[in-house]
């Protein structure tokens, strides 16, 4: 199945398979058996800690390193064994990589001219790249007069213009500004959108991969430990790793209590009636209701599934909260000691100190600012994951 | 206009003048030493042109005749060198630093070692060489090339690795590959015009260090401008001397004329000034 551009011609969303690929530098294994199948058109973000093999897988797909073992397939074509200049892929890298001796103009038609095309079909090609990413006034600059975000667009047309297949972000936001970054993102996005390419972007910044990825993988040790939509991480983390590597969460000791709940901060949640989108597994051995003994488990829990009661209410909770969608069985939590408080915009970061000297980081209204030191109540509203201690 | 922007730790303008005096004593004195050493009549004691009259004299052509195959040859073996750094060194630093590059360090003490073997060394280990390549191809002069493509290596592999890592090689050829480059595609569009700053500088170095080269040519008993004007100065010294001095100014402006060519590709790039930068 394939989804054509209606802007660029040629442009068509191509299937990409990952079988088994195996990848070693000397005595490393960068890549461990990793398999990965994107559909044509999707946007899929690799995302990992340093080391973790992303690059490296799409480095290899891009035919940067040699696999090991394993299959790379590109519209149900093996391209394994095939030269990097004859994949027929786009790639944009992290650092700038324009050539420098060329214009804006020059570089976008660079690959064109690898295809024998003639001088004028690519320069009205080139041309029509660089309008496609809003540069098309600044053709004729050379690249040390332009800014990093304006660089990193040319290397977008550079790598569209060709028509690719597939095309391939290596970190190519990492070294701009905040702003840049995100602007630039979305533009991504949308022109990804409309030209309906199959995508494969590698980031470390979870927020990037989250917020353009149609699915996003999370990677460890060279394989891919969860691969799933952004609210499938978020909500559903296949495992401790991508609970604590994606987006914020406190680690909180909870107590199995045997009847089908757990205790935690004092509050006890059932695990089958968690709010809806939310996952209280508890692991094999420690199932609630074989396990009637308190067991050591750990709870994984958002910032903003944290709920901080303070001033009077503070020491007036009896065990009933008012968020419904909670229901009763958060209790009356623990006490804690604000310590850090911080404005983020629409919301606010806290972090409490429990009496035991751990932290914990809650998500709450910009509006209920908290003075350092102020005594205030914590109770959990839902768990994310739980997993054995 | 804003006005210039010192840099704290730049010197004052007295000691710069200083410096600048210093360093033009250390070239100046010795050439107005040797130009007043051509003046000289050896007869008299006094000062007379009849040393440079002598070097344009007819009858004086077949004793100077050496010099014009000097010259001849120095240069020959100028462009054999500068062949042996464009053809051969500028290739193998590319391709290391593409796809080795952790073979850079070892390609760079490499190219280090014949600075750091006295030239008398250099010449025992060539002479068994040498006998064998006169067996090959002969013993005309252009073979010394060989030798001399290998002792400007230090010198030309310095000005390349550079420009080599001031641009990024190895992103450029990733890019150029994924763009559908093949190798020698990528060295001829990309690497060869990025590099041409430091090419130019490993030539100039080049052709300067194979214009001055005397031992090696002794040694192996070829003829160059240095031994050419060694062979002069035992007939006429001051003949000699003037000699070097017009060889001199020749060189000083063959390297100029390098420099301007080296340069001509690299103003393009530059011809835009990066205040532009929006």
């Known amino acids: 199945m394939t989804t054509s551009s209606p802007v660029l011609p040629g442009i068509v969303g191509t299937p990409v398979s990952f079988e088994a690929v195996s990848l070693k530098f000397g005595s490393t294994l960068a890549l461990d058996e990793f398999s990965l199948d994107i559909a044509p058109g999707e946007f899929v973000a690799l995302l990992g800690p340093s080391g973790s093999g992303k690059t490296t897988a799409l480095r290899a797909l891009a035919g940067l390193e040699a696999a090991s073992s394993g299959r790379i397939l590109v519209d149900d074509g093996d391209i394994t064994g095939v030269p990097t200049n004859k994949r027929d892929l786009g790639m944009v890298f992290q650092s700038y990589s324009l050539f420098p001796h060329l214009t804006a103009l020059e570089n976008t038609e660079y690959g064109l001219r690898n295809r024998r095309q003639p001088k004028a079909a690519r320069r009205t090609a080139a041309q029509a790249g660089l309008d496609l990413v809003g540069l098309g006034d600044l053709a004729d600059r050379y690249p040390h007069e332009l800014s990093g975000g304006q660089q990193q667009r040319v290397a977008l047309a550079r790598a569209l213009v060709t028509r690719p297949k597939v095309l391939l972000l290596d970190e190519s936001l990492s070294a701009l500004d905040a702003k840049v970054r995100v602007q630039l993102r979305e533009e991504i996005r949308q022109l990804q959108l409309r030209l309906g390419i199959t995508t494969i972007f590698v980031t470390h910044d979870q927020e990037e991969a989250l917020s353009i990825a149609d699915r996003v993988a999370v990677m460890k040790d060279g394989r891919i430990e969860q691969v799933g939509t952004p609210e499938d991480l978020y909500l559903r983390p296949a495992s401790a790793f991508v609970a604590e590597f994606v987006g914020v969460t406190n680690r909180i000791p909870a107590e199995n209590l045997g009847d089908g709940t757990v205790r935690v901060l004092g509050s006890v949640l059932p695990v089958a009636e968690v709010p809806v989108g939310q996952v209280a597994e508890v692991p094999a051995g420690h199932a609630p209701a074989a396990d009637a003994t308190a067991g050591g488990l750990v709870a994984y829990v958002r910032p903003e599934n944290l709920r901080l009661v303070a001033g009077a209410a503070a020491g007036s909770v009896t065990g009933s909260v008012a968020d419904a969608a909670a229901g009763s069985a958060a209790g009356s939590g623990v006490s804690a000691t604000v310590v850090e408080s911080s404005f983020l915009g629409s919301f606010r970061h806290t972090l409490v100190t429990l009496p035991d000297g751990s932290l914990l980081r809650i998500q709450h209204a910009a509006s209920e600012a908290l003075a350092i030191g102020t005594e205030v109540r914590v109770q959990v509203l839902a768990v994310t994951r739980v997993v054995a201690a | ?278």
């Open chain 2, 1 to 278: 206009m804003s006005a210039k922007v010192r840099h704290p730790l730049a010197p004052a303008r007295a000691t710069r003048i200083i410096i600048l005096a210093v360093i033009g004593a250390l070239f100046a004195v010795p050439i107005a030493s040797m130009v007043e050493f051509t003046l000289r009549d050896p007869k008299t004691g006094g000062h007379t042109l009849d040393n440079w009259a002598g070097l344009f004299a007819p009858d004086a052509a077949s004793t100077y005749e050496v010099v014009w195959t000097g010259i001849g040859n120095s240069l020959l073996l100028s462009a054999f060198a500068v062949a042996v750094v464009l053809l051969i060194l500028v290739p193998t630093m590319v391709y290391v630093e593409v796809e080795f590059p952790r073979l850079s360090r070892v390609m760079e003490f490499i190219c280090l070692i014949p600075l750091s073997l006295p030239a008398i060394v250099l010449v025992v280990g060539y002479v068994p060489v040498y006998q064998f390549i006169g067996r090959i191809v002969g013993t005309d002069v252009w073979s010394l090339g060989f030798a001399y493509g290998i002792i400007v290596l230090p010198f030309a592999h310095r000005a390349i690795k550079s420009n080599l890592d001031a641009i990024g090689i190895r992103v450029l050829s990733e890019a150029g590959r994924t763009l559908g480059d093949s190798w020698f595609g990528f060295l001829r569009r990309v690497a060869v015009p990025n590099l041409r700053g430091g090419i130019s500088a490993a030539v100039l170095i080049t052709v300067a260090v194979v214009l001055g080269e005397f031992t090696l040519a002794s040694l192996l008993n070829r003829t160059n401008l240095q031994t050419a004007l060694n062979i002069i100065n035992w007939q006429n010294p001051f003949v000699s001397v003037a000699i070097s001095l017009v060889s001199l100014i020749a060189v000083f402006l063959l390297l100029l004329a390098v420099s301007g060519l080296g340069r001509v590709g690299v103003r393009r790039a530059r011809r835009r000034s990066p205040s532009k930068v929006v």
